[in-house]
């Protein structure tokens, strides 16, 4: 989800469109004067291939130059090495430099981050090189388990800092603008179930669990049976206590396991943030096991993910960092890859992108909150890596980059789920 310009800058190459306020270098030998002129080079670069974008580039011996002629943000590189790599590889250099406090950002971060992302989708480039890596990542079993604990088995007391009550780490639903992220998290639950027509004594299976929430708030609710499975032994764990402790365990099993394993028979299956986790080269894993598993004449499903406009890889630094082995989908990857093997026919299709914007808002909001305690825990570059992760996903979505997607299906034969979409909308039921 990197939000950093991705093409290498190439200094001095074209006329220079920004003014850069440069200093005087000092006298001393050509070495010095050429280090200057680099480091001139490269600010005209950056600021030109950013032309638009509202912020101001600011060097650590006082050079500057402006994207644009409001700046909203102003980054701030320390040092001539960041600034190279910046020039040659801004996609991971950012990351980087960000993480490690050699790259600065004052004022509007998510604002800055949100319009370069406008400035990509605007270009719509793609190239060969970064299309053929999609197919790159490989999500074994054994890799999957590591990507997940990765990111997944920080802790639970971590998420508990900066999460909601109910530990929902994926896309809130906003009934209003005004709602609580407590409320739409609990508001997305039920929008999911209802998009599955679910009814008492029917038996559901998810594939990526999370924390159990879903699966405990089906239960209880809509009164169906929830077989759930998850590789990560924090959240497993969790869930399974917390199951115990709400007297559900007789109604929800949390099995530790990948969702290639999954055996037994459901009349509904459902996936919430997970496919990204999934890798395009297993699609085909994903539809199988759920062929597999789905009931023949009655079943449906629920694919929610975080999609894009059109195939691309994960930017570099976030799969370094944050999610190693993601990849992002395209919705057209997504149902050629893990519905039309098998013949499953597209029901509903809802992108809810500017509700996962204004959940990133909160999780952002809430995780500078606690950042001190953060820090304590994990350190100060910990902390910034995910500040800048948090922000460049608000940008992506704000930016146009990233949607999220809600696809319900059903067997071909099943009779209509809805007349209308009218009833996704009411009221949750009362048992």
Not at 25 to 37: D, F
Not at 134 to 142: E, F, G, V
Not at 335 to 361: C, F, I, K, S
């Amino acid at each position: 989800m990197s939000v950093v310009m991705r093409q290498p800058l190439r200094p001095g190459g074209a006329a220079d469109t920004q003014a850069v306020a440069e200093p005087r270098p000092a006298s001393g030998g050509v070495r010095r004067l050429s280090a200057h002129a680099v480091d001139a080079a490269c600010l005209r670069a950056i600021a030109r291939a950013l032309d638009g974008v509202p912020m101001r580039i600011e060097l650590w011996n006082g050079a500057s130059a402006d994207a644009s002629a409001s700046p909203a943000a102003t980054v701030r590189i320390g040092d001539r090495a960041t600034l190279l790599h910046l020039a040659a590889d801004p996609d991971v250099a950012f990351g980087e430099g960000y993480r490690a406090g050699r790259i600065e950002v004052d004022g509007d971060l998510v604002g800055m981050l949100a319009a370069i992302v406008r400035k990509q989708v605007g270009a719509g480039r793609r190239s060969p090189a970064l299309v053929r890596a999609l197919r790159a990542a490989r999500n074994t079993l054994a890799r999957a388990r590591r990507n997940v604990a990765h990111h997944y088995d920080l802790g639970n007391d971590f998420y508990r800092l900066w999460l909601d009550r109910e530990m929902v780490y994926t896309c809130a639903y906003f009934p209003t603008p005004e709602a609580t992220l407590e409320a739409a998290q609990v508001a997305k639950m039920d929008l999911v179930a209802r998009k599955l027509a679910l009814r008492p004594g029917e038996v559901v299976f998810e594939a990526g669990c999370g924390w159990g929430s879903l699966a405990l708030h089906l239960a209880r609710q809509y009164g169906v049976h929830v077989r759930a499975w998850n590789v990560s032994h924090e959240q497993t764990g969790w869930a399974r206590e917390r199951a115990a402790r709400e007297g559900l365990s007789d109604r929800v099993e949390f099995v530790e396991d990948d969702y290639r394993h999954m055996t037994g028979h459901c009349d509904a299956f459902v996936s919430v943030g997970m496919l990204e986790h999934v890798g395009r080269p297993h699609y085909a894993a994903l539809a199988d096991t759920i062929d597999r598993t789905l009931d023949r004449t009655g079943g449906r499903g629920l694919l929610h993910f975080i999609g894009r406009n059109a195939p691309a890889p994960t930017g570099r630094w976030i799969a370094r960092r944050i999610f190693p082995g993601t990849h992002i989908p395209s919705l057209g990857e997504a149902v050629a890859g893990v519905l039309e093997p098998h013949t499953l026919a597209v029901v509903d299709v809802e992108n809810l992108q500017p509700h996962y914007a204004r959940t990133l808002a909160h999780w952002l909001s809430r995780f500078r909150a606690v950042e001190d305690e953060v820090t304590r825990r994990f350190g100060e570059p910990f902390t910034r890596m995910w500040r800048l992760y948090l922000a460049e996903a608000q940008a992506g979505f704000l930016g146009g980059n990233l949607q999220l997607f809600q696809v319900t299906f059903a067997r071909p034969t099943r009779p209509a789920l809805r007349w209308t979409r009218a009833e996704l909308y009411g009221e949750a039921p009362t048992l």
